[in-house]
């Protein structure tokens, strides 16, 4: 005889439609998927481009100029295989250029916020000091590669240094006017002016390169030698004449 067995579902089955299989819940947007993969790209990308700027740097540490280096030696020591660089850059002076202006964009950003963080203008040479100082303790491979370049082998990165110390001297001769510091001189005068502080400071940068690292008295008097030199140009800036 025929007989009705009725079987208990097991915890957590669904029961099936009798026209077909249990419905799926929907897939994820593939276009999130995208934007993530997009980002994560761009973020490689962009830590390559770093490696490759920092080996380059690294390289240099030693005393070479950076004319010297080769593409596969600096791919070698970024770790990555010579024909990713030119994802990157077209050729190494364009690496170099980048360097210039990560250098000069950091540093013009510090000072700027330096002499405009409200220290009275008595103060401001010597606050100014001592946040370059940390600049150089922080970034001694960038500014050991400005310093030296702006004599090396490769014109068009002595001009981008040229460029980048021009366009400094020009806000820090903006910012004193707007500060209403040396009101007397011409925006001009205070350009040439401004241009003797910068050359004035990637001279001192060289100078604190050379500083024994166990010698924290020596350090403290380069850098009061360096607050008196600029006190020096400032000084003679008070006492110039534009012509009439």
């Known amino acids: 005889m025929a007989t009705n067995v009725h079987r208990k579902k097991a915890p957590g089955t669904r029961a099936r439609d009798a026209k077909g299989p249990v419905a799926q819940p929907p897939a994820a947007p593939p276009a999130a998927h995208g934007v993530q993969g997009r980002g ?5 990308k962009q830590r390559t481009r770093t490696g490759l700027m920092d080996a380059a740097l690294r390289l240099m540490s030693g005393g070479r100029s950076y004319t010297s280096l080769s593409l596969r030696e600096i791919t070698r020591e970024a ?8 994802r990157h850059f077209s050729d190494l002076d364009e690496l170099g ?4 202006e990560e250098t000069g964009l950091t540093l013009r950003r510090l000072l700027r916020e330096a002499r405009r963080a409200g220290v009275p203008p008595v103060r401001i040479i010597a606050h100014s000091v001592q946040i370059y100082r940390e600049f150089v303790r922080a970034h001694r491979l960038h500014l050991l590669f400005m310093a030296s ?4 082998g490769s014109p068009l990165i002595r001009r981008s240094i040229r460029y980048e110390t021009q366009h400094f001297a020009t806000e820090m001769a903006q910012d004193l006017r707007e500060l209403s510091l040396l009101p007397g001189l011409s925006m001009g005068t205070l350009q040439m002016v401004c241009g003797l502080v910068v050359n004035t400071m990637l001279n001192a940068a060289s100078d604190f390169f050379d500083l024994p690292a166990d010698q924290p008295q020596a350090e ?7 607050v ?7 000084l003679g800036a008070t006492q110039w004449k534009d012509a009439p």
Not at 149 to 152: A, I, L, N, T
Not at 220 to 226: A, G, K, R, S, V
């Open 149 to 152: 370049e702006r004599w090396g």
């Open 220 to 226: 403290d008097e380069l850098t009061e030698t360096f």
């Open 79 to 86: 770790g990555v295989v010579p024909t990713s660089f030119y």
């Open 97 to 100: 250029l980048a360097l210039v």
């Open 228 to 234: 008196r030199q600029l006190r020096v140009i400032f």
């Open 40 to 44: 994560s790209r761009a973020a490689r």
